[in-house]
């Protein structure tokens, strides 16, 4: 990256370019580089032990490009290696480092979306078993009550371009329909996986009257541009150049037909081999 200094951006695959979009809006002065982990998405059903590896092999790569800060656009990540990587990994071998994720700006915002104190979290499997929205709400807000939803299928669907297909109805009923039997009184949803805004106009045709639906872009986006006005330690270290660059360690051909779906324009990416 001749020397330049980027906010790296990581997911497992496409889902984390919905937050992207919205940080290069918010904030295109700066350099970014994405980077997708493609060849071993989906993460949801990956043991802890896996997705921390995945993980920080992916940070450590971004780092090795000159990320001083990294933003990890997925939810999975963010449950299950955020906090490993940064209590056990930052301060010992990277002390100039930030890792930042997508849970703890949605969990400080919630409550204000919240009439009868009832949300609704819908992820993957391995966000909800890993209880991380519960525990980060629960810091801010101890007063809401929570109820969760898996989602297996819509991720899928999204990645195979089926999602606004009819047949991608039936799914998304039957996941919301799971949650508000649950819990008839939520009036506020949290779509805790970045992939998910593409199903918003199906999901809003779903929902009963008066049930806000809350996606992470915009939140992530502003999160992040509080976080470097409060911290220009790192931001003066991000060269302002306007430029990005995409990286997949899938097939490059493959994550740019996609990638548009989620990104909302063209992409061109790199293939790179994450493991020496």
């Given at each position: 990256?001749?020397?330049?200094?980027?906010?790296?951006?990581?997911?497992?695959?496409?889902?984390?370019?919905?937050?992207?979009?919205?940080?290069?809006?918010?904030?295109?002065?700066?350099?970014?580089?994405?980077?997708?982990?493609?060849?071993?998405?989906?993460?949801?059903?990956?043991?802890?032990?896996?997705?921390?590896?995945?993980?920080?092999?992916?940070?450590?790569?971004?780092?090795?490009?000159g990320c001083p800060l990294v933003i990890l656009a997925c939810n999975t990540?963010?449950?299950?290696?955020?906090?490993?990587?940064?209590?056990?990994?930052?301060?010992?071998?990277?002390?100039?480092?930030?890792?930042?994720?997508?849970?703890?700006?949605?969990?400080?915002?919630?409550?204000?979306?919240?009439?009868?104190?009832?949300?609704?979290?819908?992820?993957?499997?391995?966000?909800?078993?890993?209880?991380?929205?519960?525990?980060?709400?629960?810091?801010?807000?101890?007063?809401?009550?929570?109820?969760?939803?898996?989602?297996?299928?819509?991720?899928?669907?999204?990645?195979?371009?089926?999602?606004?297909?009819?047949?991608?109805?039936?799914?998304?009923?039957?996941?919301?329909?799971?949650?508000?039997?649950?819990?008839?009184?939520?009036?506020?949803?949290?779509?805790?996986?970045?992939?998910?805004?593409?199903?918003?106009?199906?999901?809003?045709?779903?929902?009963?009257?008066?049930?806000?639906?809350?996606?992470?872009?915009?939140?992530?986006?502003?999160?992040?541009?509080?976080?470097?006005?409060?911290?220009?330690?790192?931001?003066?270290?991000?060269?302002?150049?306007?430029?990005?660059?995409?990286?997949?360690?899938?097939?490059?051909?493959?994550?740019?037909?996609?990638?548009?779906?989620?990104?909302?324009?063209?992409?061109?990416?790199?293939?790179?081999?994450?493991?020496?």
């Amino acid at each position: 990256m001749e020397n330049k200094q980027s906010i790296g951006i990581f997911d497992s695959g496409y889902g984390g370019l919905t937050v992207f979009k919205s940080i290069a809006r918010k904030l295109p002065q700066y350099n970014y580089i994405y980077l997708g982990d493609n060849a071993r998405t989906p993460y949801g059903d990956h043991s802890f032990e896996t997705i921390y590896q995945y993980t920080l092999e992916c940070v450590e790569w971004l780092f090795a490009q000159g990320c001083p800060l990294v933003i990890l656009a997925c939810n999975t990540a963010s449950a299950k290696a955020l906090r490993s990587i940064q209590q056990n990994i930052l301060p010992f071998k990277y002390p100039d480092r930030r890792v930042l994720g997508v849970i703890r700006p949605t969990a400080e915002i919630v409550g204000g979306f919240t009439k009868t104190k009832r949300i609704g979290i819908m992820g993957t499997r391995g966000t909800v078993n890993s209880e991380s929205y519960l525990m980060e709400i629960n810091k801010f807000f101890p007063e809401i009550t929570i109820s969760q939803q898996s989602c297996p299928m819509w991720v899928p669907l999204i990645e195979n371009d089926e999602h606004l297909n009819p047949g991608a109805d039936y799914f998304v009923a039957k996941y919301v329909n799971q949650l508000m039997q649950k819990d008839d009184q939520i009036d506020c949803i949290v779509l805790a996986c970045t992939h998910y805004p593409l199903l918003v106009p199906k999901i809003k045709k779903i929902l009963p009257d008066g049930v806000e639906l809350l996606a992470q872009d915009d939140i992530v986006a502003n999160s992040l541009s509080l976080y470097l006005e409060n911290h220009p330690e790192i931001a003066s270290r991000i060269d302002k150049g306007n430029a990005t660059s995409f990286f997949t360690s899938g097939d490059a051909a493959a994550f740019d037909a996609h990638a548009s779906i989620f990104f909302g324009a063209a992409v061109v990416s790199n293939h790179v081999n994450l493991k020496p």
